[in-house]
T-cell receptor, first 112, second 111 residues
């Protein structure tokens, strides 16, 4: 089992460009999450999907959109990237909400 | 507002020197506290879940404990491979599925 996979691993964007971060899990989990991690701060939840067909905002949703494509895949889209979105992005999944989450390897995004 | 404070921010230990990491939290109706390990450049790796005061969980050289205000991660006779950042994340019971992550304790174990 690969667990949680994320693509790409690294990305550099210019201000105003758009991109989509991809996440997939092969653990048959119902819930999926997107976090960002910045130096000196804890992981912050951007959006989550409690189950296929549902999505909800987390702590820092502004500037992002998500799509739960199917049970396995959960993508994060930046429509118009800003330097403040420079961060490391992690996708996670869990069997259901409220239990342990399993994280992917992360995407390091730089916006210039 | 849920708050989590981890201390110390960084800890250097000699191999074999036992110590504890602290996670102090203020959440409404704790519904679980999670511990993770994060290696540089990688995603967090799940270690333990604790649900009620007095509960303890162990894995190799690590033992996690929980009180009503704090959780401790005790490291017994650490090895260099235990070097990592350790994160704690309580979950509030206030109608949310969200975890509040602390900033972590960076542990370095020197041979």
């Amino acid at each position: 089992n690969a667990g949680v996979t994320q693509t790409p691993k690294f990305q550099v964007l210019k201000t105003g460009q758009s991109m989509t971060l991809q996440c997939a899990q092969d653990m048959n989990h119902n819930s999926m999450y997107w976090y960002r991690q910045d130096p000196g701060m804890g992981l912050r939840l951007i959006y989550y999907s409690a189950s296929e067909g549902t999505t909800d905002k987390g702590e820092v949703p502004n500037g992002y959109n998500v799509s739960r494509l199917n049970k396995r895949e959960f993508s994060l889209r930046l429509e118009s990237a800003a330097p403040s979105q420079t961060s490391v992005y992690f996708c996670a999944s869990s069997p259901r909400t409220g239990v342990e989450q399993y994280f992917g390897p992360g995407t390091r995004l730089t916006v210039t | 507002e849920d708050q989590v404070t981890q201390s110390p921010e960084a800890l250097r230990l000699q191999e074999g020197e036992s110590s504890s990491l602290n996670c102090s939290y203020t959440v409404s109706g704790l519904r679980g506290l999670f511990w993770y390990r994060q290696d540089p450049g990688k995603g967090p790796e799940f270690l333990f879940t604790l649900y009620s005061a007095g509960e303890e969980k162990e894995k190799e050289r690590l033992k996690a404990t929980l009180t009503k205000k704090e959780s401790f991660l005790h490291i017994t006779a650490p090895k260099p491979e235990d070097s990592a950042t350790y994160l704690c994340a309580p979950r509030s019971g206030a109608g949310s599925y969200q975890l509040t992550f602390g900033k972590g304790t960076k542990l370095s174990v020197i041979p």
